[in-house]
């Protein structure tokens, strides 16, 4: 007879055909009670060869449509299949499953939202560690009379849902990605870059402890003082050496309404040394930046776009102020107008329902994201928007610049370079995913692109489809790489943990 390995499972009405109930070491594949071997076979759960999957409080599956969906990520041209998911009910699960998976030598891997898009957070044959039910946000504390305060979400919230709970306290995260449905889980583990960076840095950088369960299968709580090598190992290290299951995040005062500003600039090193500018002399809370084709195709057009946050957080923006010393084309179209705080956070979402009406937001997205030298941006943007024109980068797609500042930036793992004002240029690729040799000769452009700006002292932010070999992530860390290697070897010691990142081997 089965085990009633799913004791707790079975309480939640999972149906008990479909219960994973134990690990078969000698085939590598997974059990269900449905499928269970009869005795005759040799083999039982107690004291046979199969590993019974101790009791949980959310739940295990094997089910075909569950382990294709994540098999898939944003990108839609890499798929490798997951033998199981977990859908933790508790903490205590994904310290359960991993030490389960470590006796086992299962590889384990965390997904967020699955919005990497080149296999990041998949695992052949292993078991993906779904974190969206642990979702849990708050309380917000409020630092009384600070304008500041803090909040501890877990790892699979969503930044909009963050937002909204800490809106509700006049409080808001610091800084965003330009898409809000991403998983603060997720997001720490690459970094999370906004327009809000030069000021704040990354979202990385705005975490002030960490819950995480290392590859070994410990709970525990790190911050910069307490375990501070495994928060410097977490933060922004690619899931590489533990699961963060919760995060406290630093708040600062939220703006009711935002002076929004679009400026457009016909000269690619004047635009860049406006943002420069910008990024340096703090009087924007946001500055990003576009690049946008012409009629034949060259990237020759750029916008700049700027953002001034009004009271609370800051004085009534002045526009004249604003705008003094900036260079940009005053007969192109200028755009300035006063937007609802969250509604300009959440900027992306009507554009999003739009592309997912027409099916176009699961096409392929062979996403470049690099991270150029300020001293030769503007060489290094020309040489890559070149060798891009006449190509159209497809419904959605967009070329995006911008800089950072590298004294806000002080997460070890957040590979910066050397320069004190980098800038980020993304050129977010969407492909018909049928003409999947269209999309890998995209990411072959992709990796060349790459060795150029690795070549001139860039490196990559690693979220998109970069194909890295072991020698590349070791240019990537440069100085940070002993630290990190040694960070894996102690805490996730039989690499378990996200091999889609391909950082370490197994
Ligand atoms: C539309 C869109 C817009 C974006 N805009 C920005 C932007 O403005 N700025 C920016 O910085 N990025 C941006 N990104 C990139 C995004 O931040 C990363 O891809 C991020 O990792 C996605 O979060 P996710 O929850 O989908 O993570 P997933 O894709 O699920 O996972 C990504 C990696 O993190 C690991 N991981 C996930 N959760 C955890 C966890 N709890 N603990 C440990 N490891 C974990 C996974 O194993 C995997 O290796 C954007 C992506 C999209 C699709």
């Known amino acids: 007879m089965p085990q009633p390995l ?3 499972t079975a309480l939640h009405g999972l149906a008990a055909g479909a219960a994973v109930i134990a690990f078969d070491p000698l085939a590598r594949t997974w059990v269900t009670a449905a499928g269970h071997p009869a005795p005759a076979t040799g083999r039982t759960t107690t004291g046979g060869p199969f590993a019974d999957v101790p009791p949980l409080d959310g739940t295990l599956v ?3 449509a569950a382990l294709a969906a994540d098999a898939d990520d944003f990108g ?4 490798r299949t997951p033998a199981a998911i977990l859908r933790p009910g508790s903490v205590a699960d994904v310290v359960t499953m991993i030490r389960f998976c470590n ?3 299962i590889q384990v891997a965390a997904r967020g939202q699955g919005h990497a898009t080149n296999g990041q957070a998949q695992v052949d044959g292993g078991l993906i560690v779904e974190t969206a039910t642990l979702n849990a946000i708050g309380p917000v504390r409020a630092q009384q009379g600070a ?5 501890t979400v877990q790892a699979g919230a969503v930044w909009s849902a963050v937002v909204h709970a800490t809106l509700a306290q ?6 965003f990605t330009d898409y809000l449905e991403l998983s603060v889980g997720g997001t720490l583990s690459v970094g999370g870059l906004g327009g809000q960076t030069h000021l704040y840095g990354a979202q990385v950088d705005n975490v002030t402890q960490l819950q995480v369960v290392t590859g070994a299968g410990e709970l525990l709580t790190c911050s910069a003082t307490r375990r501070p090598d495994l928060f410097r190992a977490v933060l922004a290290g690619l899931g590489q050496c533990a699961v963060i299951v919760s995060a406290t995040l630093r708040l600062v005062t939220a703006p009711v309404t935002v ?20 990024a340096e002399d703090d009087r924007f809370a946001y500055v990003e930046g576009e690049v946008v084709p012409d009629a034949a195709g060259a990237f020759t057009g750029y916008v700049l776009e700027a953002v001034a946050y009004g009271p609370p957080a800051g004085p009534e923006p002045d526009d004249t102020a604003l705008l003094a010393g900036l260079r940009y084309d005053t007969s192109g179209a200028v755009t300035a107008e006063t937007l609802d705080y969250f509604d300009f956070l959440n900027r992306l979402a009507a554009g999003v329902a739009a592309l997912e009406q027409a099916g176009l937001w699961s096409w392929a997205h062979p996403w470049l994201n690099l991270l150029l030298p300020g001293d030769s941006a503007a060489t290094l943007a020309r040489t890559l928007l070149d060798g891009i024109a006449g190509q159209d980068t497809g419904p959605g797609g967009v070329v995006l610049i911008y800089p950072l500042v590298s004294d806000r930036l002080r997460t070890p793992l957040l590979r910066m370079p050397a320069d004190p004002v980098p800038y980020l240029l993304a050129v977010l690729w969407t492909m018909d995913p049928a003409d999947q040799a269209a999309v890998q000769a995209r990411a072959a452009a992709n990796a060349a692109a790459y060795e150029t700006v690795r070549v001139a002292g860039g490196t990559q932010y690693p979220v998109g489809t970069i194909a890295m070999s072991p020698a590349d992530w070791r240019a990537q860390y440069g100085r940070s790489w002993p630290e990190f290697a040694a960070a894996k070897q102690r805490y996730d010691p039989n690499r378990l943990l996200a091999p889609g990142q391909h950082v370490f081997t197994p």
């Open 6 to 8: 799913n004791r707790r």
């Open 62 to 64: 094997t089910d075909p």
């Open 76 to 79: 839609h041209s890499v798929h």
């Open 103 to 105: 006796d086992q030598g």
């Open 147 to 151: 304008g500041t305060g803090t909040v």
């Open 170 to 175: 006049g409080l808001t995260p610091p800084v």
């Open 259 to 278: 002076r929004h500003f679009l400026l457009p600039y016909t000269d690619l090193a004047t635009f860049l040394d406006d943002q420069r500018l910008l």
